[in-house]
């Protein structure tokens, strides 16, 4: 299979406008001319006024110096990639991805926000694939990432510049993978509710009958539940709401530094595959139905290492009620996510909706709380709706 073509974005050839890395564009096509710099006729001072810059209207300038056919061929060696759209597909004003905008929207609000029966119109997959050839929506979408070639900055201008489909578009061509990527959000409590209230009973029976410190519980009998003390009880209540004040600081950490890891994503393939599955597909369809909450094994997975340290930093009984609080405050989180998303909501929650699609499509760099802003406060990541 031949190699597919590098698709950049615009920043990224505006920022390679120095001598040592040189990068001017032409009829869409983007050239890497550093090496050709001492080998220009004219000098390298010329070429260093328009690195980072389209070149066309100057190579054929006849004030200037108008290039021969071989001049033309000379700079197709230095090809190496075309330029992708730059069009904002969001109406204007509601997003877009330059640098000037985001600071700009950290010291304004703009018009558009949220209503309740928020809902933009369906994407043409034909023509959104025609004019920015990024994914197309009628086809598995994962391999198309894995596939793909373009730059990392022109995915992640792609991904935060949303597409609305009427069915959840698919990432898998296997039905079983795309099934475990698909899950309605009841399943989420269905799931983890009965998870949290075992633990919450296992935590109030171990601190009734307390085992050694950091040992590992052995299997209690049924009948301990009726020994349970009033006691107990208040501990592991304590518990429970030391879980429920962990999981907002998850909730912000695990959204801004996780899943938002733009910044320091390597430019490769595999790593952009990662990114799409694990956050980037939401950014990319933000109203899709069936990814909205977490399927239960990727939660798992996420989970598993901080619950492991939760057993290694406290007594057994402490983990147990702190994981089910953590637990009870995540199946919220996520119900409560799908709420933003679709559904008509009292006062507070009209509020957190308008804030947590602004995030969508005001400045994804921003408001990263999702249940309330207290973090965002506190590291001054509030968004402005």
């Known amino acids: 299979m031949s190699k597919r073509i590098r698709i950049f974005d615009e920043e990224e050839l505006a920022a390679h406008k120095s001598v040592s890395s040189c990068w001017v564009s032409r009829n869409g096509k983007v050239y890497d001319i550093t090496s050709f710099l001492p080998d220009h006729p004219g000098g390298d001072d010329i070429i260093i006024q328009y690195a980072g810059k389209d070149v066309g209207n100057v190579m054929a300038d006849t004030n200037e110096h108008e290039h021969s056919d071989a001049a033309y061929d000379m700079l197709d060696e230095y090809s190496i990639g075309r330029l992708g759209s730059t069009d904002n597909i969001v109406k204007e004003g509601m997003y877009s991805s330059s640098f000037a905008f985001k600071q700009e929207l950290m010291r304004r609000s703009l018009d558009w926000e949220a209503t309740d029966d928020f809902h933009p119109d369906d994407t043409d997959e034909a023509k959104d694939l025609e004019k920015y050839q990024f994914l197309d929506l009628r086809k598995p979408l994962l391999r198309q990432v894995w596939e793909a070639n373009f730059s990392k900055a022109y995915y992640l201008r792609q991904i935060h510049q949303p597409r609305h489909l009427s069915e959840s578009a698919r990432l898998f061509g296997n039905d079983i993978l795309e099934l475990a990527t ?120 996420l989970e598993w290492p901080f619950t492991r340290l939760a057993y290694i930093l406290f007594p057994t009984a402490v983990a147990n009620g702190i994981i089910s609080g953590a637990f009870t405050f995540y199946v919220l989180y996520d119900c409560m996510h799908y709420a933003l998303h679709h559904t008509q909501l009292p006062a507070y929650l009209r509020e957190m909706k308008k804030y947590h699609l602004g995030h969508h499509y005001k400045n994804y760099e921003l408001g990263f709380g999702v249940t309330s802003k207290f973090w965002d406060y506190v590291f001054n990541t509030v968004l402005v709706v």
């Open 182 to 301: 698909r899950t309605k959000w009841f399943v989420v409590p269905i799931f983890w509710l009965p998870i949290a209230i075992y633990l919450f009973l296992r935590a109030a029976i171990q601190f009734t009958s307390p085992l050694p410190p950091f040992s590992v519980n052995p299997a209690l009998p049924l009948s301990a539940l009726y020994q349970i003390t009033p006691d107990a009880i208040a501990k592991t209540t304590v518990c429970f709401f030391v879980g429920n004040v962990i999981w907002t600081i998850l909730e912000y950490t695990l959204h801004r530094f996780l899943f938002h890891i733009d910044e320091y994503l390597p430019d490769k393939p595999s790593f952009l595959t990662l990114h799409f599955l694990l956050h980037g597909v939401h950014h990319y369809l933000p109203m899709d139905r069936l990814r909205l909450v977490m399927p239960p094994t990727l939660f798992a997975a």
